[in-house]
């Protein structure tokens, strides 16, 4: 019953008992006076605090008295608890408020999605509440009871941190109307699609919703994701980034740049730690695009350490909007000088120009390569990696920083040399019998972090050979792995290595069963699409492995599958030149883009291989 743990935390952080408790000091408060401020029965709050002091969260001092400890003073936000009271949306702007806007990050939605963990992995008859007490969004096919809110109301003494998640009917945004007609109208059919899916447990015939799968729509109508325990918890279709955008989690969004600031601790504090990178020996001007910033946090702290570089903090724009109007508190002098800009960028479109074409010298990706699953995270790295300078003998190429946790496995025995990276070794050693390998419990943090990422994002902490591969498939030789001391957090040190084609993606060696690459990302470039190019060369690709494996591929037997997609593939393929004509309507510019020319090369290779597979072949 540990998931108490979060659920106290959260009491104790959202009631802001924390800034009550440092206002009293080390002789701590009792819960009559902490009850009279947060208007919360004190009996039910010595509960909560001493489940908290049972755990070393904070100290009774004496029976029904509490007193912060080491733990809980970085829960302070330094606001005064009237502060936090009167104005909630501004408790984190506070400088050292990082930590508990972390706290209150993982205690509210994430702790909430995590209880939908296996409902979203497996959402059999079993595992769906049929009917949800409180919030009638599950009512009995023939039950007439009516719908209940779930929003309880407010009262001036007990002050809600956050809006309360509401099914009630109510004024809406317009963001939100089409899911507002009615509680059980709006929550419905987004339950029945997000609890529906059909391919993942057991026959149709068990699902409670026998309806189509659901659709969440990912970034740049990119492949469509399942729904994460995140869309069930919050009873969203919204990806998680949209839905910190919309109107009602404006205090969330902003919580969250802040609660970013509350992982610098995962960063060591040398040089030699911070991000694994020798800045110093970047050339004078050199710039930095810390892509997917956040509100800079960690440009920041690079920015004041290293002044002969510059500096870019690339993210959406609500979040560039609140990293500007942070700056211009903290740092006002760094924006001034333009050392430092923002700039409103989505990670998954083609890297702007910078300054007359000049490339930068590092892109820094904290902890954004695990908010996503390999699919999205290797175009972002692709973007990068288009983006990136190849260096020459006397020049430098363009870096790539990963900051992520990376995982080691739970045993000994791995291939450590087979990696080839600097550190790769170090960070995979594990520790000898009769400890775990990654130390156990010890090592919880960066496990922790890998659920918290597959509940909220359908993303993933990654291990080290894990991280390779996907950065290897856009393009990136990982170089260096540097572990910050005492925990799993790493920087990771990519240079520019070959750009994979698609169909190499998902066939390191040539077979037929390899060829399995339905729903594998493919890279057309931009230019190309706009004239509605559709994944020729992906094809071209797959010709020249199914020619080269030379068996196993005829029709009728095991290659029946194969022959399906390379069919498809193939209408693809008539489809361009279609819209390509006769003579061809790409600009010769934008052909030498491209890896083949689907309507010539690409036209004999295809009759080729449909001689060899399969019409008269
Ligand atoms: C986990 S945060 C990390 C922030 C920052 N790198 C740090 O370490 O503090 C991930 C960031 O990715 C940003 N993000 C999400 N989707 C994005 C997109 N499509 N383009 C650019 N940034 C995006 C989010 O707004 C968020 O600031």
Request: charged fraction near 20%; include cysteine; hydrophobic fraction near 40%.
């Amino acid at each position: 019953m540990i998931y108490h743990l979060p659920s106290c935390l959260r009491f104790f952080e959202a009631s802001h008992i924390p800034e009550l408790l440092s206002a009293a000091g080390p002789a701590g408060l009792s819960v009559i006076e902490i009850s009279a401020s947060v208007g919360v029965d004190s009996v039910k709050i010595s509960h909560i605090l001493r489940l908290l002091a049972t755990h070393h969260i904070i100290q009774e001092c004496e029976p029904d008295i509490f007193a912060l400890n080491r733990v809980s003073a970085l829960l302070d936000s330094g606001r005064s608890f009237t502060e936090c009271q009167s104005a909630p949306e501004k408790k984190y702007d506070a400088e050292c408020a990082g930590v508990a806007a972390l706290a209150a990050l993982n205690t509210d939605e994430l702790f909430k999605a995590s209880a939908y963990f296996t409902d979203a992995l497996l959402p059999s008859r079993e595992t769906i509440p049929k009917r949800v007490a409180l919030t009638g969004l599950f009512t009995r096919s023939n039950s007439t009871e009516p719908s209940v809110s779930v929003t309880p109301t407010p009262t001036s003494s007990t002050p809600t941190l956050l809006p309360p998640v509401s099914l009630a009917p109510g004024p809406v945004s317009p963001a939100t109307q089409s899911l507002s007609r009615s509680p059980l109208a709006r929550a419905q059919p987004v339950i029945r699609r997000l609890l529906s899916r059909s391919q993942l447990s057991g026959a149709v015939d068990d699902r409670l919703f026998p309806v189509s799968p659901p659709r969440v729509p990912t970034p740049d109508t990119g492949p469509v994701l399942a729904p994460t325990a995140f869309n069930l918890s919050q009873r969203t279709a919204l990806p998680y980034w949209t839905w910190l955008e919309t109107p009602e989690n404006g205090t969330r969004l902003a919580r969250f740049a802040r609660a970013m600031a509350g992982t610098e601790g995962w960063m060591g504090a040398s040089d030699a730690e911070l991000c694994a990178f020798p800045f110093p020996e970047l050339a004078e001007g050199a710039l930095v695009v810390d892509v997917g910033g956040g509100i800079g946090s960690t440009t920041l702290r690079l920015a004041e350490r290293f002044p002969n570089l510059r500096f870019i903090v690339q993210d959406r724009e609500p979040v560039c909007r609140l990293g500007e109007d942070a700056w211009k508190i903290h740092s006002p002098g760094l924006i001034k000088s333009r050392r430092v800009c923002f700039q409103v960028h989505d990670f998954f479109k083609p890297q702007p120009m910078h300054d007359d074409g000049i490339k930068p010298a590092v892109f820094l990706l904290r902890v954004v390569c695990h908010d996503w699953p390999d699919t999205l995270a290797r175009r972002i790295l692709l973007q990068l990696r288009r983006a990136a300078d190849e260096g020459a003998p006397n020049k430098k190429p363009t870096y790539l920083v990963i900051g992520d946790h990376l995982l080691p496995y739970a045993c000994a025995g791995t291939k450590v040399s087979e990696l080839k990276v600097d550190g790769g070794a170090e960070a995979l050693q594990g520790a000898h019998w009769p400890l775990l390998a990654n130390l156990g419990a010890a090592s919880a943090n960066a496990y922790w972090m890998d659920m918290t990422m597959q509940v909220i994002f359908g993303g993933q902490e990654r291990t080290l050979p894990e991280l390779r591969l996907l950065a290897q498939s856009a393009g990136w030789r990982l170089i260096r792995v540097a572990r910050v001391e005492g925990s799993l957090f790493a920087h990771v040190v990519a240079e520019p290595g070959p750009l994979p084609s698609a169909s190499a993606l998902k066939i390191p060696t040539p077979s037929v069963a390899g060829l399995m690459t339905v729903g594998v990302e493919e890279e057309i470039p931009p230019a190309m699409v706009e004239r509605g190019a559709t994944p020729v060369m992906d094809m071209l690709g797959a010709a020249r492995t199914l020619l080269r494996a030379g068996t196993g591929g005829k029709r009728g037997n095991s290659g029946e599958r194969v022959w399906g997609w390379w069919m498809q593939r193939k209408a693809y393929a008539d489809e361009n030149d279609a819209r390509r004509g006769p003579t061809g309507l790409v600009a010769e510019k934008e052909k030498s883009a491209t890896t083949a020319s689907p309507g010539g090369q690409g036209r004999g290779l295809l009759k080729k291989v449909s001689q060899y597979f399969g019409e008269g072949g």
